[in-house]
């Protein structure tokens, strides 16, 4: 195992950009070959459940038929990496860390003391909904910073399997949505950094966001930043075209046409907290 970051918790598993489990700290490196790996991540999603055992065989070979002994070496090939690891439960850490458990018709995992990003984002996303519905604007809002800060990325990027990539859109969703409440806080508070910052984020998950690309447009028009807003047009444009065949709608067409002209520029939006930004230079996100 590599040494890797600090963390209270025996096991730290993280999925967001990459997949990476760490013991005590340290990064798990030695998966060797097979399907271990694809099955921790696939019996993680269901954490207490009974997993029959055609679904993972569906799960972890679609549209293959492999020996019918092919789960169970994987199965043991898991437990071992958890063993040798140190990350397997066992009586002697009081039950902590991840037990593969055999049932009647499948298999379920067990997780004591082990932190899991997805599960931790997902759990802040409720919990910042909460908040909102009973009126604490500014914890739910410190909730959805903290679950944006957990988002490095898409889940599992690499897994192909047909599992992954509903949960993957349904958590990029959730990112996204998180982000556009966080602009439209960060807007209404005047703090200009933080909505480049957030509107970043954005685009770096989904780099078609139109209403993000309007936001930025508008925001340097009102700064007065005409050639800025001009730039962020051209981005939007080029990249909706080369991607979906169509351009900016009518709605991000108006606020350039309005930036570009100079008919955004107010005094009150001159005396936003700026921070940096004089140093920023215009759009730089690569392409999705």
């Known amino acids: 195992m590599d040494t890797g970051n600090q963390s209270t918790h025996l096991v730290e598993v993280r999925t967001f950009g990459k997949f990476e489990v760490f013991i ?30 055609d679904v993972l065989f569906e799960a972890l070979w679609p549209a293959l038929d492999p020996p019918r002994g092919s789960l169970k070496v994987a199965v043991h090939t898991l437990r071992s990496i958890l063993a040798d690891s140190g990350a397997a439960a066992t009586a002697g850490k009081n039950g902590s860390g991840i037990s593969i458990l055999t049932q009647e018709c499948g298999y379920s995992i067990e997780t004591t003391d082990v932190w899991v990003d997805f599960q931790e984002f997902g ?32 889940f599992l990027p690499g897994v192909t399997m047909p599992w ?22 960060a807007t209404e ?15 770096e998950i989904d780099s078609l966001h139109e209403e993000t690309y309007r936001t930025l447009i508008q925001l340097h028009g009102q700064l007065g930043q005409l050639g ?22 009518e709605a991000t067409r108006t606020v350039y046409r309005e930036a570009v002209s100079g008919g955004l520029v107010t005094v009150t939006q001159q005396s936003r907290r700026l921070g940096p930004l004089a140093a920023m230079s215009g759009p730089s996100l690569e392409r999705r």
């Not at 509903?166 to 982000?179: D, G, I, N, V």
Request: net charge positive.
């Open 228 to 249: 800025q807003a001009h730039r962020w047009y051209k981005l939007c444009s080029s990249r909706l075209r080369e991607v979906v065949g169509i351009g900016p709608n």
């Open 189 to 203: 508070a005047d703090d200009t950094l933080q909505v480049l910052n957030y509107c970043h984020k954005i685009l």
């Open 24 to 53: 005590k700290g340290r990064r798990v490196t030695r998966w060797r070959a097979g399907k271990a790996r694809n099955l921790l991540q696939y019996l993680l999603l269901r954490p207490g459940r009974v997993v029959p055992r």
């Open 164 to 185: 992954a990539e509903p949960q993957r859109e349904w958590l990029r969703s959730l990112a996204l949505s998180a982000l556009n409440r966080l602009v439209v806080a």
């Open 123 to 154: 759990a802040l996303i409720l919990q910042a909904q909460d908040e909102q519905a009973n009126g604490a604007q500014e914890d739910s809002l410190a909730k959805l910073r903290a679950a944006v800060a957990l988002y490095q990325g898409d």
